[in-house]
């Protein structure tokens, strides 16, 4: 499988404490890849350092190819990183539409009528089409977790970063996001998904990393990292 | 507002200000005119940063005084002209803008407002301890002759002031417009969601910070004139921050037309209190208008209106 994103030995500092210890990985282009691991492991840390939202303290992350260590998230995001967040985070004084409008307006360099009918039909994917002129404050929290979906689309990705965007919904909409993301892949964007629902995590994955502690201690299909004893470990103390 | 609505409102209140400058109104109408007319340019530069981005800048005596005294000093050191003193104001204020940005980059909500009222004390004792521009006692200016087609020189600085006025409201209305109004509002609501949107966050900031504080300088440039005189207690004063802050919030942060709106009605209010019962109680005036939209009516006057026009639908 052809390389897309390839961690080099990352690790992350936050004074004495150390999130991420070595961490190195890489993803190939179309891969469904699952990111998992207890509260506190560096999920998070971790993707933020894909991103661009953190530097990391040592360590280096490829893109294509490209060193993009240094750069910003914002170029990042022109590169074709998307991410969305643990906790949403909309543009809450616009329009749902207009949430969609900033990134094509900075990526593809346009807000125009055009760019306007793409974003229209990111939400029509997204079944939040009739929100599309909802003030995004007003928002279910479903919906939200929706639209930072199709605002990170509206980037353009070539890889989404979906983190933990099931976390507080219920069964069916947990199936409406997973079949989102599904749809997405199957266009070809590569999928980094961080998720605590494991049912959801091993039906979308095609590989499982489990990190603990800033480490990987697991790397696998998903069948065998659940009977890994170290995740279950992890998971579940001695 | 479509575009040759607004430049050909524009005109026509720039063509009013000439008319009546070369009317026999009353000098007083000028003397206050200048006031509120500066507030304008102050309220809708704060709004730049402060409305769009969601950076509260308390620093703006400090812009406005690097201005003011630029313009002292290029005049008592090459008698320079009136229009020399407000572009060479606005390009230092505008470059302290950009040094604030710079220094202040990792600053957010109530930390950036106090990194920026320091910026008032520092550049406040450097004036105080500058002989050249008066020190602390202040320094007397005699007006220059030159009135071009105006009456007085009252009558030419409210122009002046009015033309920067305008100028002020057309960069504010077309950088909310533009693609950095947009960024500057996702930044606002959130700025790590606005970098991964693409938004160059740290640029626009510059930008917003850079265009705020020279258009604060521009605002402070004509005032030596204005006063003949200049002394760094009232050009320091922060209550420039909480009337060019306090404007907005009363008209609206989110659109251009709040500042004006805020700082007609505020401006308008003071100087009436301030002739009519006393000048002390305007400051009381503005601190009770502020509270009373901030408890009634957060989103302004402007959201006010939007809010009658989307219940009547």
């Known amino acids: ?238 | 507002m479509q575009s040759w609505k607004f430049f050909a409102s524009c005109l026509v209140v720039l063509l009013a200000s000439l008319a009546l400058c070369l009317s026999g109104v009353n000098e007083y109408v000028f003397y206050a005119g200048f006031v509120i007319l500066q507030f304008i340019v102050l309220a809708t530069a704060w709004n730049i940063l402060g409305g769009y981005a969601g950076y509260v800048n308390f620093g703006v005596p400090a812009f406005l005084a690097v201005g003011a005294y630029t313009a002292v000093v290029l005049f008592k050191f090459m008698g320079a002209s009136l229009s020399m003193q407000i572009v060479c104001g606005g390009i230092l204020a505008g470059l302290l803008g950009l040094g604030v940005g710079l220094l202040t980059l990792k600053l957010r909500g109530i930390f950036f407002s106090i990194a920026t009222v320091a910026v008032v004390f520092i550049l406040e004792t450097c004036v105080m301890n500058w002989p050249y521009v008066g020190g602390a006692t202040g320094l007397q200016l005699t007006r220059p002759s030159g009135l071009l087609l105006f009456p007085s020189y009252n009558r030419m600085l409210f122009f002046v002031m009015a033309v920067l006025a305008v100028g002020s409201i057309t960069i504010a209305r077309y950088i909310q417009t533009s693609f950095l109004g947009r960024g500057l509002r996702a930044l606002r609501d959130s700025e790590e969601a606005a970098e991964c949107s693409g938004v160059p966050t740290l640029k626009i900031k510059l930008i917003a910070c850079t265009v705020s504080g020279a258009l604060m300088g521009m605002a402070g440039a004509p005032m030596p004139m204005y006063m003949s005189y200049i002394e760094p207690t009232s050009t320091f004063n922060l209550s420039y921050s909480i009337s060019a802050l306090g404007m907005p919030i009363i008209g609206g942060t989110a659109h251009w037309l709040g500042p004006l709106i805020g700082a007609l009605l505020l401006g308008g209010v003071q100087q009436v209190v301030s002739v009519t019962i006393s000048n002390e109680l305007n400051v009381l005036v503005v601190g009770v208008i502020l509270v009373l939209f901030v408890v009634l009516a957060p989103e302004g006057i402007l959201g006010l209106i939007k809010k009658c026009k989307n219940s009547s639908k």
């Open chain 1, 1 to 238: 499988m052809q390389e897309l994103l390839k961690i080099e030995g990352i690790t992350k500092n936050f004074g004495g404490f150390t999130a991420l210890d070595q961490v190195s990985l890489t993803v190939g282009v179309g891969e469904r890849l699952g990111l998992i691991g207890p509260n506190g492991s560096g999920k998070t840390t971790l993707i933020n350092c894909i991103s661009g939202s953190m530097q990391p303290t040592k360590g280096r992350i490829f893109f294509e190819g490209q060193d993009v260590s240094a750069k910003n998230a914002h170029i990042r995001a022109k590169l074709g990183i998307a991410r969305s967040f643990q906790i949403p985070k909309p543009f809450s004084s616009m329009t749902v539409l207009e949430n969609l409008l900033v990134p094509f307006a900075f990526v593809s360099g346009s807000d125009g009528p055009d760019e306007r009918r793409q974003a229209l039909e990111i939400l029509n994917r997204m079944g939040l089409l009739e929100k599309a002129e909802v003030q995004s404050n007003q928002l279910s929290q479903v919906e939200l977790r929706k639209m930072e979906l199709a605002r990170a689309m509206a980037v353009k990705p070539k890889l989404l970063i979906s983190d933990e965007a099931m976390a507080g919904l219920a069964g069916a909409e947990v199936q409406e996001v997973l079949d989102i993301l599904f749809d997405l892949n199957s266009m070809g964007i590569t999928i980094i998904m961080i998720e605590h629902i494991m049912q959801a995590v091993m039906r979308f994955s095609e590989r499982i990393v489990c990190l603990d502690t800033g480490c990987i201690i697991c790397d696998d299909i998903p069948e065998i990292v659940v009977k890994n004893p170290d995740v279950q470990r992890a998971y579940l103390g001695n």
